[in-house]
């Protein structure tokens, strides 16, 4: 943070009103990142959905990168105090954190991304994805490709919301292969969004089981799949971002997860007047996709899946009747 703003937010400026600079856009929104960014690429699209928004609607654009817990609750206060018109928020972690500040600040207009809360006001805004439309589109690849009709998806948690990855996917296996099996395994223990130790437990004993097309959704846990597919040669597919470099030659495909495109529709609804916006995108909104329906990406992406293109073919002819409605999804999430 720089200028004027930044001095605000510090309590530098006191509260004697004073003539702020001009600014070339009379609105301002701040990204607020759960973590720092680094070289974490789906937090990268969150920068990069901020920067669109601004250009698209004209207004001055700000990240603030977090670091700890401490750091996300200081850094939604400081984007308040400095005047900022639209807050977004990208993870759960910012749940009780708008839950405190968003009563406080009625004039701001707060947007979580990839979540949403119960009993918000009305200045708490959500865009959601439907996860399960591209994870089923994943699972049509491995139905396809699988060589043993034995696939496997190792998931970070047994809550509703990960049976969005792994039912929608056994159930896409299921539309093209009826004789393939689907393994189902959670990672569990007390951090099972980042245990790569217990992913990689997971995905080798279903690959010793015979599973020869493993999905992971287990956030850091990934990274343990990936390096067991490198040392036991199966092939696999991952979510939100192209993860293909991360094991070159046993990537078939990512579920992606388009956090600047929800940003920028979901900005544009609030500017509009919405109240209390719940905004959920699918493959037919661009909110989710894949690699294999990226076509002008997938030479370049490194996944497998190029040297394919009759699977690739065929998820986009799935993902078409997705999207025209012809195939009808239900969300796992809210299965009985």
Wanted: glycine residues 8%.
């Amino acid at each position: 943070m720089t200028g004027w703003r930044n001095w605000l937010a510090a309590g530098l400026l006191g509260t004697t009103a004073l003539a702020m600079p001009a600014s070339a856009a009379d609105k301002f929104f701040v990204y607020v990142s759960p973590d720092q960014i680094g070289v974490n690429a789906f937090l990268k699209l969150g920068k990069a959905g901020i920067e669109e928004a601004g250009e698209k609607y004209g207004a001055d654009v700000e990240t603030y990168e977090s670091r700890t817990a401490a750091d996300r609750l200081e850094n939604v206060n400081a984007a308040v105090n400095e005047g900022a018109d639209i807050v977004v928020l990208l993870g759960f972690e910012f749940n009780d954190i708008v839950k405190q500040v968003a009563p406080t600040a009625p004039e701001t207009q707060f947007l979580i991304v990839d979540q949403c809360i119960d009993d918000r006001p009305d200045n708490v805004h959500c865009a959601v994805f439907r996860e399960y439309e591209a994870s089923y589109v994943v699972g049509v690849a491995a139905g396809m490709l699988t060589e043993s009709d034995k696939v496997g998806v190792v998931g970070a948690l047994d809550i509703p919301f990960l049976h969005r990855y792994t039912d929608a996917y056994a159930d896409g296996v299921r539309s093209v292969n009826s004789d393939a099996s689907v393994d189902i395994r959670w990672v569990g223990g007390e951090n099972p969004f980042a245990d790569p130790v217990r992913a990689k437990e997971q995905a080798v004993a279903m690959n010793a089981a015979g599973a020869d097309m493993i999905f992971t959704a287990t956030s850091g846990g990934d990274f343990g799949v990936f390096e067991a597919a490198k040392e036991n040669d199966f092939d696999v597919f991952s979510v939100d971002v192209n993860q293909c470099p991360n094991a070159p030659g046993h990537v078939v495909d990512v579920t992606l997860k388009r956090v600047d495109n929800a940003m920028v529709q979901a900005i544009g609804a609030i500017l509009d007047g919405e109240k209390q916006l719940t905004m959920a995108l699918g493959l037919k909104e661009g909110g989710v996709s894949t690699i294999a329906l990226e076509e002008d990406e997938v030479a370049d992406s490194g996944c497998l899946i190029a040297d394919h293109p009759e699977v690739a073919a065929k998820m986009r002819e799935v993902a078409g009747q997705i999207e025209d409605g012809s195939l009808k999804l239900e969300d796992p999430m809210f299965a009985k």
